[in-house]
């Protein structure tokens, strides 16, 4: 299976501050087809996860654009701009061009 | 709106059966894949199942560590999901999501709890 790496685990930020998570893959994500299935998901508190962008750089419907991704290849990049307090969660990168999997996920939380 | 509802989960012992469902509204759900996505404290988030639509036949994939023993199977009818467990251990505990298919798991449910333990 296609192991999917995250860092850091805990991001500590403060509000209004930008925060970057970083996701690798152990092989590359590109599908034959050209597509790249990359896409990044945000459990809060509680809650099932909620998708934020798809292939790689696609922001979900009703996802602010504040949220922004990008990489190729095996290495991928979620950036938040502007983090507000309903952004705290933990943020988990899924890749489903092999059979899915998911990393471990990157704790938000307030400074 | 978009709601997935599953339901189904409790407290069955080691060797047991259980059967999920998912009901879902707010979508055309004849013309999405579905999948089944469980958590765990101890492994994260684990893609279990998928099931595709009439016309690929309703073709399944499953997780090597449950092929065999879980079942996957829907009835557009019904709008609904299903999830057959059979020969549980206690490494099957966690929370169980359906989620439905677009590009990437474009919705999730609730989730409904399954624990394993005599």
């Known amino acids: 299976d296609v192991v999917m790496t995250q860092t850091p685990l805990s991001l500590p930020v403060s509000l209004g501050d930008q925060a970057s998570i970083s996701c690798r893959s152990s092989?590359?994500?590109?599908?034959?087809?050209?597509?790249?299935?990359l896409h990044w998901y945000l459990q809060k508190p509680g809650q099932s996860p909620k998708l934020l962008i798809y292939k790689v750089s696609n922001r979900f419907s009703g996802v602010p654009d504040r949220f922004s991704g990008s990489g190729s290849g095996t290495d991928f990049t979620l950036k938040i701009s502007r983090v507000e307090a309903e952004d705290l969660g933990v943020y988990f990168c899924s890749q489903s061009t092999h059979v899915p999997t998911f990393g471990g996920g990157t704790k938000l939380e307030i400074k | 709106e978009v709601k997935l509802e599953e339901s189904g989960g409790g407290l069955v012992q080691p060797g047991g059966s259980m059967k999920l469902s998912c009901v879902a509204s707010?979508?055309?759900?004849?013309?999405?894949?579905m999948s089944w996505v469980r958590q765990s404290p101890e492994k994260g988030l684990e893609w279990v199942a998928e099931?595709?639509?009439?016309?690929?036949?309703?073709?399944?994939h499953y997780a090597e560590s449950v092929k065999g023993k879980f079942t996957i199977s829907r009835d557009d009818s019904k709008s609904r999901l299903y999830l057959q467990m059979n020969s549980l251990r206690a490494e099957d505990t966690g929370i169980y999501y359906c989620?439905?298919?677009?590009?990437?798991?474009?919705?999730w449910g609730q989730g409904t709890s399954v624990t394993v333990s005599s």
């Open positions: 092989q590359s994500l590109v599908h034959s087809n050209g597509n790249t299935y």
């Open positions: 099931i595709r639509l009439k016309s690929d036949n309703y073709a399944t």
């Open positions: 989620t439905g298919l677009g590009d990437a798991m474009d919705y």
């Open positions: 707010g979508f055309t759900f004849s013309s999405y894949w």
